[in-house]
């Protein structure tokens, strides 16, 4: 598929045009190097994030100054829409997310969306194992691009070794387990993400396939071997698809939650998973919303059960085309945000990213700013992904060691970054 191409004339022609127009809601106003418009529409102002971005978020300017201004850098970025007359008070946005990171593969390769994984197609990225550096990826990461959390994600068939209703293996639980360890030893948080899209080869978890019973001693396992280590956040399941009944699901995920808790990892965030491939846009819509705020801790309270979305840049939300389409705030995250105000919640955007591509920074940069101004429900975003994919893999974050030194793919460098675009507290 070939990349967006523009002649150098034809930009400075656009960016001519743009400084004339206003910036739509949610649309980029100013920042360091920026050409475009300073403008916004009616009834937004421009609104610093950090230096490098400023974005036109709703709301009217103070009295004293024209809506067209831009704030300089030391302003405080706004906290974003304003929730409905019936929601809860709750505590306001910081501005800076709790987390941003990225997607280490590599245990998940040989997992089709059928959940139809083979034990023997996982990759360990690490070199020990003849994959991918991805120790070297994760410490430049946090060092070099302060990133704080990473995404582990495995197939159930690679830690059963195929058995299904089976004991975790041994033997493949240890070469899993020293990517965890791994990860933790960088001081990030590490996101133990089961890659099955709530399957097992084809049949979905409680509605004809795996038990409940055999899904919660899974996860009773894992939650059982690392109950101490607080980093660690327990991922129920990747990506759940064209489930029949939500209730049922949420049902599922209540085991798998009793099970983590009752295995002693009392205090951990667990991450709660929709249908539709967990997409943000169709969180509330589809009844994943409704279904999952029943799953409740053993002693009937919500605390650390965190709802797990997604939401990819290209035209159709599938993470398999180069260019970006959408910053996706007006059909996904301003709906969703105002939902999880009114009702007390928060959700994690556990896997999004683009192309390495021009036209995917700004609404990458959108995105992560609407998403820090609304940080009292948005807990951060996780790129997908880095570990054992080849570079040339369409939204590859696969960062290149030359002598020692690492360099970023395009989109994290100029929008996913945290050390640039000053997203996390």
């Given amino acids: 598929m070939a990349f967006k191409k523009i002649c150098a004339l034809g930009a400075v022609g656009l960016g001519a045009v743009s400084v004339r127009a206003q910036a739509p809601v949610y649309g980029q106003c100013g920042g360091i190097g920026w050409t475009g418009a300073t403008t916004c529409a009616s009834g937004s102002v421009c609104t610093v994030s950090n230096e490098y971005y400023s974005q036109c978020l709703p709301g009217t300017a103070p009295s004293s100054a024209p809506a067209s201004s831009v704030p300089p850098p030391s302003s405080t970025i706004s906290s974003g829409p304003s929730s409905t007359s019936s929601a809860p008070s709750g505590p306001s946005s910081t501005g800076k997310l709790r987390f941003a990171g990225v997607n280490i593969s590599g245990f998940d390769f040989g997992c089709s969306t059928a959940g139809d994984c083979h034990a023997s197609a996982a990759w360990p990225p690490l070199t020990q194992y003849y994959g991918m550096d991805g120790a070297g990826q994760m410490q430049h990461f946090v060092n070099d691009d302060g990133y704080n959390v990473f995404r582990l994600p495995v197939g159930w068939q690679y830690l059963v070794n195929d058995v299904l209703g089976g004991p975790i293996n041994d033997a493949n639980m240890a070469e899993y387990d020293a990517l965890v360890q791994t990860c933790l030893a960088t001081g990030a948080s590490c996101i133990i993400d089961i890659h099955n899209y709530a399957r097992w080869n084809n049949e979905i978890i409680g509605q004809g396939g795996p038990t409940n019973e055999q899904f919660a001693d899974l996860w009773a396992g894992i939650a059982a071997k690392y109950a101490n280590e607080e980093k660690i956040i327990f991922g129920v399941m990747n990506e759940p698809h064209d489930i029949p009944d939500i209730n049922a699901w949420a049902t599922s995920v209540q085991a798998a939650v009793t099970a983590i808790r009752n295995a002693g990892a009392t205090s951990q965030l667990i991450l709660l998973p929709g249908n539709d491939y967990t997409s943000a846009a169709q969180f509330i819509s589809n009844g994943s919303a409704a279904a999952l705020s029943k799953v409740t801790n053993p002693d009937g309270s919500i605390t650390g059960l965190i709802f797990d ?54 609404f990458m940069q959108q995105q992560i700013a609407y998403q820090a101004a609304n940080s009292d429900v948005f807990l951060g975003y996780v790129g997908w992904a880095a570990g054992n994919f080849d570079p040339s893999y369409v939204l590859s974050e696969v960062p290149t060691n030359s002598g020692g030194k690492w360099t970023d793919t395009s989109l994290v460098a100029q929008a996913m970054a945290p050390s640039l675009n000053k997203a996390v507290a």
Avoid: M
Avoid at 329 to 334: F, G, K, Q, S
Avoid at 347 to 354: K, L, V, Y
């Fill in 309 to 362: 979305v997604h939401k990819y840049l290209d035209s159709d939300n599938s993470g398999t085309h180069p260019d970006c389409a959408t910053n996706n705030i007006d059909e996904a995250w301003e709906p969703l945000a105002q939902y999880l105000r009114q009702n007390g919640r928060q959700a994690f955007n556990t896997e999004t990213g683009g192309g390495n591509v021009a036209d995917c920074v700004p």
